[in-house]
């Protein structure tokens, strides 16, 4: 079965501070991967996706993400960090041709000052 | 255009109580989830829909049932309430099988549930 470790539960870093935030992931088949953040009381938003071809993705919001099938990674980096990306960050899977998403226990990302 | 629009946002049922919770798309999504939030372990999918007419269990499908009789509602059922069932529940939709650039989950804002 199909699963993701998102190792850090909390991770704080200073404004304008760079960030990366760790998933790995386990899936025999080719994987389908993406981030979600989570605002507080809010519902889930794409950040970025990864199908095929280029490993290194752009998303929303200034970040990226760059999959490794070397080391069933698929970490999230910004360079810069502001205030407002304070969230809860998930990582998941996509099984079953991407119709199924197995997520991770979420990384919650507090910006200091 | 709401998106997806989950109903009721907070509720607080004692043990033993039966609710229903309302799940609502007007993007002629075809696949609806249901999805519960815990704190420390993401996501677990209950059930699925990937048409009217049909639902498939999930990762954690006990004591929960569903039902999509149009294909804009999903409908999530609690018979019997327990506390384990205190959670953050989330509703999302997609276009269709299969991925593509912008077939992706568009999520619901989320209800609470608390079960006394």
Redesign the interface.
Known sequence: AQSVTQPDIHITVSEGASLELRCNYSYGATPYLFWYVQSPGQGLQLLLKYFSGDTLVQGIKGFEAEFKRSQSSFNLRKPSVHWSDAAEYFCAVGVNAGNMLTFGGGTRLMVKP | NAG?TQTPKFRVLKTGQSMTLLCAQDMNHE?MYW?RQDP??????IH?S?GEGTTAK??VPDGYNVSRLKKQNFLLGLESAAPSQTSVY?C?SKWG????GA???T????SRLTVL
């Open positions: 997806v696949y999805y420390g372990m993401g996501l677990r999918l699925y990937v999930g990762e989330f999302a099988r299969g991925p593509s077939n992706v989950l999520f619901g804002a989320g």
